[in-house]
């Protein structure tokens, strides 16, 4: 994950691309603040991360988001 995101957004900075306003994650906890570290990093910590996860018992439709904010349900 953190390869992915240092390689793709390093580019948007190198290129002076177009932000995307945010960024959605696959990925619980972890996940998430691994993105957000990268972001940081390349100095794009105000884009907004979300991740998304399974709930705790992984029930289909039960997911959990994180955001800056903390958990969403």
Do not use: C, F, W
């Not at 390093?10 to 603040?33: A, M, T």
């Not at 018992?57 to 969403?72: H, Q, V």
């Amino acid at each position: 994950m953190r390869e992915v995101l240092q390689r793709r957004y390093r580019k948007v900075v190198e290129n002076q691309e177009v932000l995307p306003d945010l960024v959605l994650v696959d990925g619980g906890k972890g996940q998430y603040r691994i993105a957000q570290e990268v972001l940081d990093e390349l100095l794009l910590g105000d884009i907004p991360v979300v991740a998304v996860a399974k709930g705790r018992d992984r029930k289909a439709g039960a997911k959990n988001s994180m955001s800056p904010g903390g958990t969403l349900h």
